[in-house]
């Protein structure tokens, strides 16, 4: 799968928009992501290991929300969406 790596996630690894990982769920293919690039787990997940809430997931078209446990294809693209707060 491809993982499209949002805006504000890039400047950590160096500026990089996709990241191809193998993965049969998005839980394994964020796992998979971590593993390529630790830095981005702070931006991931808070103090109790959960993703963050303003955090959401599509696949290919689809918003999956926060369902680690949607199943994913070989050629399936994952985008992170980051939702913008505040006030």
Known sequence: MKIQIPDIMRPV?????A???KGKTV?????????????????LYDDQGQI??????????LDVGTNLDFPMKEN????????????
């Open 13 to 17: 690894i160096g500026g990089i928009e």
């Open 76 to 87: 399936d693209e994952l985008y992170i969406l980051v939702t913008i707060m505040g006030g």
């Open 27 to 43: 839980r394994e293919g964020i796992k998979a992501l971590e593993e390529k690039f630790p830095e981005l787990k702070p931006r």
């Open 52 to 61: 963050f809430r303003y955090i959401d997931f599509f696949v290919n078209n």
């Open 19 to 21: 990241v191809e990982v």
